[in-house]
């Protein structure tokens, strides 16, 4: 089977540099993938040529004149860029010239151009942006990561559908297991939405579990933790910065010392392990969930393989169908209901 991905070529810190290596090395990986590059024409097929390849059956170019900055804000983008890459590819995916559409670009531009042109899935409101995060036993799914910071309740329980859908499809888990992030394990603790998103999920014939707290976040001890955008954006932040302290103080430790320097070299194996399972690369790839349409955000610092791996996300997605997962699921619950 053929799967089609447009990618917006020129969005992210870095444009065709990263990204157009990371297409080739996605279209090497997978048998049946086709690549929409979208961009200014000549600095791709020149990004191309740098790389020892040019266009093909596999591998098109889709010109777009215009790029969205990272800066800009989203309604403007909205308004006046309507041929950047960014648009044009979420675009293709409406026309279905495309299947999925990665961007690593302005998150809150791609958030409101994908809502806009793809238009929302039947019964969900707003959309939530989900993410996986390494974890002691595996990963865990945690949605929202920034889209919508003060959802209602009833919000909260759509995107617990979502998630719950998308990892069933991705991880083949038959029931995953769904937690909400709050300020303690107690039902007594938390806001009004929170209790009354736990009332919602505890009445749906979902596999919900209660409240888990910010240490749970990385124990693996559920499949799929829902949260509000403000609280999830702050959570993936402080556990980035956490992971790029540690880096920094184990370089300081193991270059301060002839000691150190030796004591790095025999525990090297053990710190490659490491550094491979909490790596954010091999973890890039959030997905804009809600839509009636595949969108994928890659980070806006990914290198090229953090965003084949993105790449990687979108394909899994298609490959599962699931926009339509997620609506059939959330008419499930609403008859159930």
Excluded: W
Aim: proline share 4%; charged share 20%; glycine share 8%.
């Amino acid at each position: 089977m053929t799967f089609c991905i447009a990618l917006d070529a020129m969005g992210g810190d870095y444009g065709p540099s990263e990204i157009v290596p990371a297409a080739l090395y996605s279209l090497k990986k997978h048998q049946g993938l086709e690549i929409i590059l979208v961009g200014d024409e000549d600095t791709l097929i020149r990004v191309l040529a740098d790389n020892g390849a040019k266009p093909g059956a596999q591998l098109r170019i889709k010109h777009a004149t215009e790029v969205v900055e990272m800066h800009e804000l989203p309604s403007q983008a909205l308004r006046s860029k309507k041929d950047s890459s960014m648009r044009v590819a979420i675009q293709l995916v409406k026309e279905s010239q495309a299947m999925a559409c990665v961007s690593a670009g302005n998150t809150g531009a791609l958030m409101a151009m994908a809502r806009f042109v793809l238009k929302m899935l039947p019964g969900i409101d707003r959309p939530a942006i989900c993410s996986m995060m390494p974890g002691l036993r595996g990963h865990t799914h945690v949605l929202d990561l920034g889209a919508n910071v003060e959802p209602s309740s009833e919000q909260l329980f759509q995107y617990a559908v979502m998630g719950a859908e998308l990892t069933s499809a991705v991880d083949n888990v038959k029931n995953p297991t769904v937690a909400l992030l709050n300020v303690g394990a107690e039902e007594i603790k938390g806001n009004d939405r929170v209790k009354q998103a736990a009332l919602l999920l505890s009445e749906s014939h979902l596999n919900y579990v209660g409240f888990v707290e910010g240490n749970d976040l990385f124990a693996s001890k559920v499949d799929v933790i829902v949260c509000d955008g403000f609280s999830g954006n702050i959570a993936l932040k402080a556990s980035e910065g956490v992971a790029e302290l540690f880096s920094a103080h184990a370089r300081e430790v193991f270059r301060g010392s002839l000691y150190g320097k030796l004591a790095a070299l025999i525990s090297r194996p053990v710190l490659s392990t490491i550094r491979r399972k909490i790596d954010p690369r091999r973890y890039n790839g959030a997905s804009l969930l809600g839509l009636k349409g595949i969108v994928v955000k890659s980070h806006g610092g990914a290198d090229s393989l953090s965003f084949a791996h993105a790449i990687d996300e979108a394909l899994v997605e298609v490959n599962k169908n699931v926009p339509d997962r997620i609506s059939e699921r959330l008419e499930e619950l609403l008859i159930e209901g």
